[in-house]
């Protein structure tokens, strides 16, 4: 039988909000009780329901985490668009295991630890604001990465990578900070895209056009 954990305590709420959303919720409740005094009924109702929106887009729901040793998950909710070898890591020098994970306006935005270990460096990078899916987008759209290297001694990258409509990215943790698997870490407003750089020697357990959740989803295995 497969092991589970918790690496937070359990939220309190039974829909549980992410801090990051609570200006953009208020920004719209307000808005559509301004309308409702107004009188302006059907203004009013688009804007109840874009205030719902909102909440769903920024929810953040509590997760089990795989407690097998060497297991390593998703950081994302989302869709794999890539899963492969690359020759030349653009972040750590030699090849790495690359998996991008495609994250809709209607996944769960918040980003999650793979791997335990200690955050080595933090590079964000400006850029465009391409649509997430394409290939182009992992160096040219406006980016964050965050190094780990892991209790194994091997590195893993993780990068946030803005979309089309994503304009904030937000990264809670900073270099010399130790980090478990599972571990919220950020999150990046309005649909976008993580790539995962692994070592090469990973079991992996994802192929492309698999939908994976942060946390809970087992990307791959070292020590197979």
């Known amino acids: 039988m497969e092991k589970f954990t918790r690496r937070e305590a359990p939220s309190p709420t039974a ?6 959303g609570y200006p953009f919720i208020f920004a719209a409740a307000f808005a559509t009780a301004v309308l409702a005094i107004l009188g302006l009924t059907t203004l009013a109702l688009i804007s109840l329901v874009t205030t719902f929106a909102i909440c769903g887009f920024f929810r953040d729901p509590d997760r089990l985490i795989p407690d097998q040793a060497g297991v390593l998950v998703s950081p994302a909710d989302g869709k794999v668009i890539a899963a492969g070898v690359v020759e030349n890591s653009p972040y750590d020098a030699g090849p790495a295991m690359k998996i991008s994970i495609f994250m809709s306006l209607f996944n ?6 793979p791997f335990n270990g200690l955050v080595k460096e933090i590079r964000y990078y400006p850029g465009k604001f391409f649509s997430a899916n394409l290939d182009k987008a992992s160096l040219e759209n406006e980016h964050n990465a965050v190094l780990i290297e892991m209790e194994n001694g091997k590195s893993l990258c993780v990068v946030q990578i803005a979309g089309l409509i994503a304009r904030r990215i ?5 270099a010399g900070d130790r980090v478990i698997r599972g571990q919220r870490f950020g999150l990046i407003c309005f649909g976008s895209r993580l790539d995962v750089y692994l070592p090469t020697e990973i079991n992996l357990k994802v192929a492309v056009g698999d939908k994976v959740h942060a946390g809970a989803s087992m990307l791959g295995k070292l020590g197979d």
């Open 15 to 20: 829909f549980p909000v992410a801090s990051a």
């Open 108 to 113: 769960v935005h918040v980003n999650r630890v």
């Open 170 to 174: 937000i990264c809670k943790i900073q």
